[in-house]
């Protein structure tokens, strides 16, 4: 137990460590655009991880930030702090989020469903605590669109997901079989990353 939760750890501390430089070069300035979308004042964030949008979290709006593994969320509390951050934050799943229904305006989530384990209950969650007429923002890596490279993904996914890491999940159309209006589709570095902005209906 105590050597997983090293290793968990020293994971969340390389997560930082690798995605420095993906963030000075570029990722930032992405996380920030995003973030402009966010509507209403009551907002959620799913798999805030150790919390590399809270330094471009939008002002005057209340976040909670959802996070199932306490390592990465323990960096992301420090973070918060740094950053004089309005979030607070809870150890959970997008599969079972601690919530009223329609509680918030706002839901948000950067690289998590390809690490969800059932993407459609998410998607059900989601829309449970969405209010009527809510934004939901995603960007995420998918499987491609074009052919050869689509079946490049799915033959490399069968690797990545015994690391739990899915890399062609088809989140747009999992997001719209769920009940959520799709209202954008962006396609970033090639059509791997789409920025995704649905509504509840
Ligand atoms: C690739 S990281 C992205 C972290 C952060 N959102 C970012 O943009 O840097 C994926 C995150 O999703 C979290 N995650 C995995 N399964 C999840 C689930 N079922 N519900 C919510 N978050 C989950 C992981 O623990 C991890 O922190």
Request: glycine residues 8%; proline residues 4%; positive net charge.
């Amino acid at each position: 137990m105590a050597l997983k939760k090293f290793f968990r750890k020293i994971f969340a501390l390389a997560y930082d460590f690798f995605m420095s430089p993906v963030e000075r070069t570029g990722l930032r300035k992405l996380r920030k655009k995003i973030l402009r979308l966010v509507k209403g004042e009551n907002v959620l964030e799913l798999g805030v991880g150790t919390g590399l949008n809270i330094p471009v979290y939008p002002d005057g709006v209340k976040i909670i930030g959802v996070e199932p593994k306490f390592e990465m969320l323990e960096r992301a509390i420090k973070r918060a702090k740094i950053f004089k951050s309005n979030v607070s934050f809870i150890c959970a799943s997008a599969e079972a989020l601690p919530f009223e229904d329609e509680k918030f305006d706002t839901v948000f989530a950067t690289f998590v469903f390809c690490e969800v384990n059932n993407p459609e209950k998410g998607f059900s969650e989601i829309l449970r605590v969405l209010k009527s007429g809510g934004r939901l923002i995603l960007l995420e890596h998918v499987r491609p669109d074009g052919k050869f490279a689509s079946k490049i993904f799915d033959i490399a996914n069968r690797f990545t997901s015994i690391f739990g890491e899915n890399i062609n999940r088809r989140t747009v159309e999992l997001a719209q079989r769920s009940g959520i209006k799709i209202e954008k589709v962006e396609n970033i570095y090639d059509g791997v990353v789409k920025l995704i902005v649905g509504m509840k209906p």
